[in-house]
């Protein structure tokens, strides 16, 4: 019983189980009339904080969204009690491939821990790294705003509804990341390391 409830709760689950318990979760979302989007929590805690007295933009009634706001929440628990009370600090599974295109790019000893020192050490926090976030934080919340929504929302929800603009979303995102994977992210690498 106890190796079971470990396998559980320390091991990833398989694609045969979360694909169709998302699915059953959407359904479930949609026939009580909800739409799955963590961006729309933002727009909500801001309407929440008062700033419907400066834009229109978020003068609507947020505590529709208190559901939203309970499955953020719910995240940031989740993600923080994984990170300290269960991981493993095993090395990460990355395929080998991956492993070189990360050492030619200056990250040392990639998948022994998720987060690459070089990169996300108080120590290597440079500048250049906080421009880096700075900026990238900006194009993602922007581009979540400007495109009707975040990735999530698209590609799990819009999809799920068969909405043309998630479709068009996600095929951009895919190209984005792409792009970014393979062409501007080694030489920002070569930049900052």
Same mark, same amino acid.
């Given at each position: 019983?106890?190796?079971?409830?470990?396998?559980?709760?320390?091991?990833?689950?398989?694609?045969?189980?979360?694909?169709?318990?998302?699915?059953?979760?959407?359904?479930?979302?949609?026939?009580?009339?909800?739409?799955?989007?963590?961006?729309?929590?933002?727009?909500?805690?801001?309407?929440?904080?008062?700033?419907?007295?400066?834009?229109?933009?978020?003068?609507?009634?947020?505590?529709?969204?208190?559901?939203?706001?309970?499955?953020?929440? =719910?995240?940031?628990?989740? !993600? %923080?009690? *994984?990170? @300290?009370?269960?991981?493993?600090?095993?090395?990460? #599974? /990355?395929?080998?491939?991956?492993?070189?295109?990360?050492?030619?790019?200056?990250?040392?000893?990639?998948?022994?821990?998720?987060?690459?020192?070089?990169?996300?050490?108080?120590?290597?926090?440079?500048?250049?790294?906080?421009?880096?976030?700075?900026? =990238?934080?900006?194009?993602? !919340? %922007?581009? *979540?705003? @400007?495109?009707?929504?975040?990735?999530?929302?698209? #590609? /799990?929800?819009?999809?799920?509804?068969?909405?043309?603009?998630?479709?068009?979303?996600?095929?951009?995102?895919?190209?984005?990341?792409?792009?970014?994977?393979?062409?501007?992210?080694?030489?920002?690498?070569?930049?900052?390391?």
């Amino acid at each position: 019983m106890i190796d079971l409830i470990n396998q559980l709760v320390y091991e990833p689950w398989p694609w045969y189980f979360v694909g169709p318990a998302i699915a059953v979760t959407l359904y479930l979302m949609l026939y009580f009339g909800r739409e799955f989007g963590v961006s729309a929590s933002l727009r909500a805690g801001c309407a929440a904080l008062g700033a419907g007295k400066y834009s229109s933009f978020f003068d609507f009634d947020w505590k529709s969204q208190k559901w939203n706001f309970m499955f953020v929440l =719910g995240t940031v628990i989740g !993600g %923080f009690i *994984a990170t @300290y009370f269960m991981n493993s600090y095993g090395e990460v #599974a /990355i395929a080998q491939s991956t492993k070189d295109a990360l050492i030619s790019m200056g990250i040392e000893n990639p998948g022994a821990d998720y987060l690459p020192p070089q990169l996300f050490d108080f120590e290597n926090f440079g500048i250049g790294m906080i421009l880096f976030l700075l900026v =990238g934080g900006f194009f993602v !919340g %922007f581009g *979540a705003r @400007y495109g009707g929504g975040c990735t999530s929302g698209h #590609a /799990i929800s819009g999809l799920s509804n068969l909405q043309l603009p998630s479709l068009i979303a996600v095929i951009g995102f895919f190209i984005g990341g792409l792009t970014m994977t393979y062409f501007i992210l080694p030489l920002i690498f070569k930049m900052l390391l």
